[in-house]
């Protein structure tokens, strides 16, 4: 299989007695990541428009940063064009150097987000009666609310070394901004007690809210003043919510994640440490990964990452992304096989492959 499955206790337990059922589930989760959301682009294309075809239900899609382009992609009336533009404009971004400037970077990420959103899109995102957005940022503090090169850099350092003591040290430099769609009533607890405020997208700020989701520090300028938000400073959701240690109380349901890794991490300092998310964060979460015969075969033997903009030739990046977007098909045809057949899913399916705290 191309595709591994994995699921917390709770989601083991009934996903071995019902199989996967599209209204089993209430959340998706979508991670930061930058183009390791390439190797998802297949299933991508069959979750909300087959998995999910047809729903009445409120389904909240969860992202930061990358997970938040994707899923402004899957609100959007006509999701599989939104998904393929934003697949194929980020494959073939290009810069003027291996070390483009912040100005260069940021100009890049708007142009996509104007073809990505087109002229209906951010209407769409916000008004989706179904297919709720919650779209993740991070307001900053300090230091990390400058844009000034050296004062950002010192401020991730005294970040990352608070963090190495405790989580809840970054409580200091960011609070958390969650923009959903309007009369939306899910409910986020974070077991690390971060602040959290909830602000309504509308047309005029979902542009702003997925470039504030997506600015890495120092390499993309933040967004200042979000309508809506708290004055401020607003970055990466990466930063707090990298591959997620959240809590949904009143969402009983399942929660369906698909991401490029089987061992998520809480947020982005946390690669850096050996720190896992809560239990209850995963208990009720059914992991759809890449199985590591699947990632062999791929192109230099990984997934795309943002490191492929300095250590690959232009044309041979764009041409190993373009074969990590089309061989995302093997991904979404064993879904839809685990799908169909019960007994299938429950030969592949495995706990979750990491030790939760």
């Not at 591994?4 to 209204?23: K, M």
Request: proline share 5%; charged share 25%; aromatic share 10%.
């Amino acid at each position: 299989m191309n595709l591994a499955i994995y699921a917390g206790p709770s989601a083991l337990s009934q996903l071995l007695d019902t199989g996967l059922v599209a209204d089993d589930f209430d959340v998706m989760l979508g991670a930061s990541g930058g183009p390791k959301w390439f190797t998802l682009y297949g299933l991508d294309k069959v979750l909300v428009p087959e998995f999910f075809k047809g729903r009445s239900k409120t389904l909240d899609l969860v992202g930061s940063s990358a997970g938040a382009f994707r899923f402004a992609c899957l609100t959007q009336a006509q999701p599989l064009k939104a998904l393929d533009v934003l697949a194929q404009e980020y494959a073939q971004t290009a810069y003027s150097s291996k070390r483009p400037s912040m100005d260069e970077v940021t100009e890049s990420v708007t142009s996509l987000l104007d073809k990505m959103l087109g002229e209906t899109g951010s209407e769409e995102i916000s008004s989706n009666p179904v297919f709720k957005a919650h779209l993740i940022a991070v307001k900053c503090y300090g230091l990390l609310a400058s844009e000034r090169k050296a004062s950002l850099s010192l401020g991730l350092a005294k970040s990352a070394a608070k963090n190495a003591i405790s989580r809840q040290k970054l409580r200091t430099y960011f609070s958390r901004a969650v923009f959903s769609t309007p009369e939306s009533d899910l409910q986020i607890l974070d077991p690390s007690g971060f602040e959290t405020q909830f602000v309504d997208l509308n047309a005029n700020n979902v542009k702003d809210v997925l470039v504030a989701s997506g600015s890495i520090p120092g390499i993309i300028h933040g967004v200042r003043n979000i309508e809506g938000a708290d004055e401020g400073m607003y970055r990466d959701g990466g930063v707090l919510d990298y591959h997620f240690d959240l809590q949904f109380p009143n969402r009983k349901g399942l929660t369906l994640y698909p991401h490029f890794y089987p061992k998520p991490v809480p947020g982005w300092f946390d690669k850096f440490t050996k720190r896992r998310p809560h239990a209850a964060s995963y208990d009720k979460v059914v992991m759809l990964a890449p199985s590591e015969s699947y990632v062999a075969q791929l192109p230099f033997g990984k997934i795309s990452d943002r490191n492929d903009y300095s250590k690959i030739s232009k044309d041979e990046r764009i041409a190993y992304w373009k074969t990590v977007l089309k061989e995302g098909d093997k991904l979404a045809d064993d879904f839809k096989r685990l799908q169909d057949d019960v007994e299938l899913l429950r030969k592949h399916i495995q706990p979750l492959p990491f030790a939760t705290k």
